[in-house]
């Protein structure tokens, strides 16, 4: 350390509390609604998942290696200057990716400058006025052609083009207005069929009137639903396999996937930085348990940040006018924020300390993981939390969209389970106590599928809060249980490498795996199957998780404190010179310690 460093423990903690609450808003503002953002670009399912899982598997590995780095060249200032400042830039340029479709993603406003729902509730019945011109070879006359119920059969849609009965492809209402466009082209969860309605008179001009009634379905996002990206793109013609063509490809992905990248890299390594370095601060004046309520604070900035940026992305849309699609507002918010991050960034407590020998922990951390048959089935199960909470981080806001949720709704959803989790922390040892470690891992896998399972059920937009509060389980107790397992299985001084390791290399890894296989399965199924093959899966390996874990060899952890006061007295009843301090035996004689260790 530096020669007389002055170490103000209240200033570093107050600094570092306000930085946590700082980048909890931040991250609020874009994460939960980054794949919004995708959908309204008019990305499919599949390349959607391609880029979360790029984006969760830069973080796994990338962070780890950009934090190592700073602590060997001691630039951790530095870089967590440059992170943010960076970040600003980054997070910008995904406002500069130009979307498929000019008029996908777009939200009509009305003169309150509020939004009219993108998608409307399935009982809303819609009544459409256009004309209808005559189907060569139809013996029907204009405006009295009768429309079959059945989906499988031709029909007419309201843009004029006939839909045939092995059609899956729909044009955009290209020549409605813009508001109309708005509720019907992303109605994915719905099937529309025109209904004739009656009138007394006989209409002479050849427009008719059509009732549109939607039939709630199960989503099919990416698919062959009306208005989903696969069918946008294929309207457009030469569409791919994944439901986009190659010049979206080149024009919407690919500077989406350079943005995104560049983001992240620059994004990932902060946590892990500003972790390291506060830990050491504190670990210098041994104030360290001090250190372990942080996270706190990073909630209630989440919880605060997700509610706040909906809000105020439902009153700043309109007003902007931006000329791309509603959701650059979270972009915004989010450079507007990381300025502000980057400024407590500069006095944020980081530890001087002499440049020493890379110690390479990550790799003495892998080490102890393939030993240990318990932290290897942690280790699996800690993937699979990953890849089932990926869905849920992915798609879970598509799902919502489609019943009529408003991204003030998404966000108060993510508030519920934060706010879940810090009430429940106070009950945290009694919990680890009752349950056991093994025991709340089992009850968090257990809560996390019945939450899968119930998102494959939604009904209406306001149906996913009540079970947000399993949250406080499935995320709050289950990493309680993790971080308590994984420190109790450490070796002396490997607790925080290990348990970075399982936060970043396993649960990034799985998020990234289930972020690329979860794009595919929305595509070829539906979500509703994603769900509930995470849920069976998850069952599964509990089962496996509580039949196994009981079977596994069970190692004493040495207390050290009791072995030193143990050695501490052999060391004074030994008669064997060999074992004594050399201390004693230079200011003892044979004579005087033979006495002592009688009297003893």
Known sequence: MSANPQWDISRALGVARLLHLVCGVRDASVTPFLTLYLRQLGLAAPWVGILMGTKHLIAAFWAPFCAFLAESYQKRRVLLIGSLLGSVGASLLMVLVPPLDKDLGYRSCNGSHSRTPTVLPPEVALTVNFTSAQEPGSNHPAGASSLPAKRGTGIRVASGFRKGPAESVQEPFSHLPRNFVGSVERARTTSEVLHPLTSGGKDTSGEVAFKMVRTALPLLAGGSALGSPANLSAAKGSSGALGLSLEGFRRTFIPCLVSLVFWELLTAPLEQVADDSLFEYLDFVDATDRYRNLWIWKLLGTSAGVCGIAALEEQLACVLNTSGPWGVVHFYGYALVSTLAFLVSIVFPVPIC????????????????????????????????????????????????????????????????????????????????????????????????????????????????????????????????????????????????????????????????????????????????????????????????????????????????????????????????????????????????TGQNSAF
Request: glycine share 10%; with cysteine; proline share 3%.
């Open 354 to 593: 002499r440049r020493q020998e890379p110690s390479y922990k990550t790799v003495k951390a892998l080490s102890l993981v393939e030993g240990d048959p318990r932290l290897i089935l942690l280790a699996f199960t800690v993937f699979l939390i990953g890849a089932a909470t990926s869905t849920v981080q992915n798609f879970l806001f598509w799902h919502m969209e489609d019943h009529g949720s408003s991204e003030l709704v998404m966000g108060f959803s993510v508030a519920l389970g934060l706010l879940g989790e810090i009430l429940l922390h106070p009950f945290k040892t009694t919990l680890l106590r009752k349950l056991s470690r093994a025991g709340t891992v089992g009850l968090g896998l257990g809560c996390l599928s019945g939450q899968l399972l119930y998102y494959s059920f939604l009904w209406s937009w306001w149906s996913v809060l009540p079970v947000q509060i399993l949250s406080a389980v499935s995320n709050g107790a289950l990493w309680w249980a993790v971080g308590a397992s994984v420190e109790d299985l450490a070796t002396p001084g490997m607790e925080r490498p290990l348990s970075a390791m399982f936060r970043s290399h396993f649960y990034g890894g799985g998020a990234s795996l289930g972020s690329f296989v979860g794009g595919f399965v929305v595509r070829h199924f539906r979500l509703a199957v994603l769900y509930q093959a995470s849920c069976v899966v998850l069952l599964l390996w509990l089962a496996l998780f509580l039949s196994i874990q009981p079977r596994l060899p069970r190692e004493r952890k040495i207390s050290y404190s009791k072995l030193l006061v143990v050695e501490a007295s052999d060391t004074s009843d030994s008669e064997q010179g060999t074992e004594r301090d050399w201390l004693v035996k230079a200011s003892v004689g044979r004579s005087q310690r």
